[in-house]
């Protein structure tokens, strides 16, 4: 009777063998920990997915997470010829032009994630397949040694102050958060608020990370820059800060999935549910800076709640308008390529 009695408090204390935990069963976890290993394709910045990383395997760390980063142009690149070679070697892909995703549909594997329900609709580029593990955020940067009245909205960018290569502006085309920041910009500010900015004669950057790196140096002093870079960097001591522009923030959920040729199927599909987690979203927020597409998501820190407007684009729009709004946004800043 005392064993029994024992036995049946430990199937109380433990619950049953094959329970499911907010990331998978317990089968997938076992399945995961016997593969021991998932290669990851991002876009994220390095530091980003780093941390993510780390927080990750506090949680599980027999899954080793093989990073593979690129910036949009060449991660897609990099895709599609792996692909067309049958030699993509990734378990999960991470990609943040929702546009190209959309034509890439065959590429991935069905996948969802177990709180699928608990995300916003317009934030999910494919409820069947690809979910919105990361989103980024866009804020008005200044560099806080130079810059003593520092822009606080994106019409104060347009101020002639400003003019001469002081701003520095993120291409077009250069990925699916700045092409979202121009869709924005056109669609809520207006075709003379383009014409306005470029009037200043920004300085473009292909990218982020130059551009923010830049305004720390002082050869620029203030430019739209996304917080998952800024506020990293200012926490490291970086004479750089961020404004909440009341006009609005375009926020760009990326697609992440698991592709039908992935070889640590069970891995990745824990590394996605964690992810796509609460504990994986407060991770990425707390340690990056990001934001969450999760209905009541988490936000990051110096972001003024009182006028925080988050903006999603249509994602018709998004995808038909891209060549057109480009073409033009590179004819206004004299951008070449």
């Avoid at 049946?8 to 997938?28: H, Q, V, W």
């Avoid at 110096?302 to 891209?322: A, F, V």
Wanted: net charge neutral; glycine share 8%.
């Amino acid at each position: 009777m005392k064993r029994l009695l024992a036995a049946l408090t430990t199937i109380l204390l433990c619950g049953p063998a094959n329970a499911d935990t907010p990331y998978g069963s317990d089968e997938l976890i076992a399945k995961a920990k016997a593969e021991g290993r998932i290669v990851l394709y991002s876009v994220n910045f390095n530091e980003t997915e780093q941390a993510w990383i780390i927080a990750f395997n506090k949680r599980f760390p027999f899954v080793k997470v093989e990073l593979v980063r690129a910036p949009g142009g060449q991660m897609i690149t990099r895709i599609r010829t792996e692909a067309a070679a049958g030699k993509l070697v990734a378990d999960v892909i991470d990609y943040s032009d929702r546009g190209h995703l959309r034509t890439m549909g065959d590429l991935y594997q069905e996948y969802a994630p177990p709180n699928a329900a608990d995300f916003k609709p317009e934030a999910v580029t494919d409820p069947h397949k690809l979910w919105p593990r990361t989103t980024s955020g866009w804020c008005i940067a200044y560099n806080t040694e130079l810059v003593k009245d520092p822009p606080r909205s994106w019409k104060d960018l347009t101020d002639p102050k400003w003019k001469g290569h002081q701003i520095a502006e993120v291409i077009a085309g250069s990925g699916g958060p700045p092409w979202n920041r121009t869709l924005f910009q056109r669609q809520v500010l207006g075709l003379a608020y383009w014409q306005a900015l470029a009037a200043n004669e920004p300085t473009l950057y292909p990218s982020g990370a130059p551009a923010t790196d830049a305004i720390i140096r002082g050869e620029m002093k203030v430019g739209a820059q996304q917080t998952n870079i800024v506020i990293p960097r200012s926490r490291e001591g970086a004479p750089i800060a961020c404004n909440t522009p009341p006009e609005g923030i375009p926020l760009t959920s990326y697609g992440a999935g698991i592709p039908v040729t992935a070889k640590n199927v069970n891995a990745a599909r824990l590394f996605l549910n964690w992810s796509l987690s609460r504990e994986g979203q407060e991770a990425f927020v707390r340690d990056s800076a990001g934001f969450s597409a999760l209905k009541d998501g988490p936000l990051p820190e110096g972001i003024d709640l009182k006028i925080m407007k988050p903006w999603y684009p249509n994602m018709d729009e998004y995808t038909n308008l891209q060549e057109a709004y480009v073409t033009e946004w590179n004819r206004l800043y004299n951008y070449r390529q």
